[in-house]
């Protein structure tokens, strides 16, 4: 292969101060994803629990039409649409499975890849900041994630408000819209921290794909297993998918399903985050990419 | 920056990694050309390039980087400096044109530029023809390409090379160290090149630059500094050469011997030839052969740093 096919020329162009240096990172973190195996499909079938409770919404407005599915039971009180209908969704387990599995094809290799081939040491040898790193990396997450909670959370009032030609929902519920965003960003941001702690780990993408998804489900089983044999709802701590659900049931103004305070849910889905800040911290260093 | 000033510049550099001194007091200036880093494990390299990069601010002392201060415009250096590490480093999925072009836009090119600009680095290069190859399929030469390609898409002022043809067989390497000179010599950008293959250096660089304990040992033009640090002779003898040899180690000569019985006498700067032919006469020893050898780099470090 010959070198110097064509010769070298200076560049003429100027350097662009970008208002957010992140987003070539979040951008092709997203590209990436979608050319990973099984991402198209899961992406796809992740979506499905949005448009089985948009279609929810819609038969909500035509329930005489759709009453013989209900077999003489008030297809009204099965197919309320209130804040209670939007935390069914939310916490819905399989949409929380469905979250998990996005984490896994687009979010796993976020950082482990760039600790087994060495990229870090090209990033900061740009002027980018550890924090722009990072940043980039959680967009990437926040993006699908945002794109199953805070885009159907939002479609659903605004198709409510289409089907029944009226702003009732909004009238009743006036904090609703806001504690779709707030529920969103939350559950988003916990999320995009636990995969970027879990990613910084190991260099192997398979380890942390699987971390992912057992630290998801033992905590979960961790609970069952305790709630079993001591009886104390407070063991839903342990569980990540618990203390979602308590944290939503709080922000959808709903009885939770734990007696349990949701604060205390919400501190340890903070105390997550901050373990997961602090791992980054020590995984991601600049002055580490010359050896 | 116009000619004539100097690419870097340091003043006085101490660092230390708690009670281990890395840097201790190094002044250096480096104007255009390539010039080569080098020194002995924990000598202080690395240090130094992360001191170059931003990465560490120095305990004392400063420095300037292509007139950026290394304490407050980390960033504008960043900027302005190309970087190819040691390690293969590479994104999987991405091909090379996408990957420049990436690295490109975080330096702060517009995007279509950097992409425009992938193009042209990745055939200057000479990865023309696979630059949409997914990166994994490439040989240990390609990506060792592929590093100078991303290091050079912003169109650097200054390039550090470190370890540039580590992993490459000798064609391959052959065409980097090409690059490398051609870049240094016709491109106007300065390469500092940090390298264990000392006639990788000695190819490439007219200047070098040797660390050794965290301390500049010399500096300079390579081959006035390969005649200023010392002499180097070859001589065969008959006769007891104890005594011979053990006085010309009292003067600071070096003396190393062949298995063909040649000694290779690395004589100090400030002292003659003649002291050789006084001290065999003195000894009773006889020269049968003697010629003035010509130094190379690896004398000139083995002399400095003081291993074989």
């Not at chain 1, 064509?6 to 162009?13: C, D, F, I, L, T």
């Amino acid at each position: 292969m010959p070198i110097a096919e064509r010769g070298y020329a200076h560049w003429e162009g100027t350097f662009v101060e970008r208002r957010f240096p992140w987003w070539p990172i979040t951008r092709l973190g997203i590209r990436l994803a979608f050319k990973r195996k099984f991402f198209k499909p899961v992406f796809a079938v992740s979506l499905g629990p949005a448009v089985f409770f948009l279609a929810g919404i819609y038969m909500s407005e035509r329930i005489e039409d759709f009453q013989f599915m209900f077999r003489g039971r008030s297809g009204n009180r099965l197919l309320g649409v209130d804040p209670a209908y939007f935390k069914t969704y939310f916490t819905f387990e399989t949409t929380l499975f469905l979250m998990v599995m996005l984490m896994v094809l687009a979010g796993a290799s976020l950082i482990c890849d760039d600790l087994k081939f060495n990229s870090l040491q090209l990033y900061f040898s740009r002027p980018l900041r550890k924090r722009d790193y990072w940043l980039g990396k959680m967009a990437t997450v926040s993006f699908f994630l945002l794109i199953v909670t805070l885009v159907p959370g939002l479609l659903f009032i605004l198709f409510k408000i289409i089907f029944s030609g009226s702003f009732k929902l909004l009238a009743d519920y006036p904090w609703l819209p806001i504690s779709v965003i707030g529920y969103s960003l939350l559950v988003t941001l916990f999320f995009s921290f636990y995969t970027l702690l879990v990613s910084s780990l190991s260099k192997n993408r398979r380890y942390v794909s699987i971390l992912i998804f057992l630290i998801y489900i033992f905590s979960d089983v961790f609970f069952g297993i305790f709630y079993g044999i001591f009886h104390d709802s407070s063991f839903c701590l342990l569980s990540i998918k618990c203390n979602i659900q308590q944290v939503g049931a709080f922000l959808f103004r709903v009885n939770p399903q734990y007696d349990v305070p949701w604060i205390y849910s919400f501190l340890v889905l903070a105390a997550i985050c901050s373990l997961s800040g602090f791992v980054l911290k020590k995984k991601i260093r600049g002055v580490e990419v010359i050896k | 920056m116009t000619t004539g000033e100097m690419n870097i510049e340091l003043k006085d550099i101490r660092f230390h990694y708690g009670k281990i001194t890395a840097l201790d007091g190094v002044d250096l200036t480096l104007g255009e050309g390539a010039c080569g880093l080098l020194g002995p494990n924990g000598a202080g390299k690395s240090t130094l390039l992360r001191i170059l990069l931003g990465f560490l601010n120095p305990a004392q002392g400063e420095g300037r980087v292509l007139g950026y201060d290394i304490r407050k415009d980390q960033f504008l250096i960043r900027r302005s400096v190309g970087y190819m590490p040691e390690d293969d480093c590479l994104i999987p999925g991405m091909d090379a044109v996408t990957f420049t072009a990436y690295f490109g836009e975080l330096s702060g090119m517009p995007r279509q530029e950097a992409m425009k600009r992938a193009h042209d680095v990745l055939f200057y290069v000479g990865l023309g023809e696979s630059r949409y190859r997914l990166l994994e399929t490439y040989s240990a030469g390609m990506k060792q390409r592929l590093k100078l390609a991303q290091a050079l898409v912003h169109d650097p002022k200054l390039l550090f090379l470190d370890e540039p043809t580590s992993n490459l067989d000798p064609q391959g390497r052959r065409e980097i160290l090409d690059l490398i000179k051609d870049i240094s010599s016709k491109k106007n950008i300065q390469v500092l090149v940090s390298s264990h293959i000392l006639t990788d250096i000695e190819d490439t660089c007219s200047h070098v630059v040797i660390l050794n304990k965290g301390k500049v040992a010399a500096q300079g033009e390579l081959e006035a500094l390969k005649e200023i640090q010392f002499s180097l002779y070859e001589l065969r003898t008959k006769g007891e050469t104890g005594g011979f040899l053990k006085t010309l180690k009292e003067k600071g000569c070096r003396i190393e011997e062949t298995e063909d019985e040649l000694m290779k006498i690395y004589m100090p700067a400030d002292l003659f030839r003649t002291e050789i032919f006084r001290t065999a006469a003195l000894e009773n020893v006889q020269i049968r052969y003697f010629i003035k050898s010509r130094t190379s780099l690896e004398d000139l470090f083995a002399e400095t740093v003081g291993v074989d």
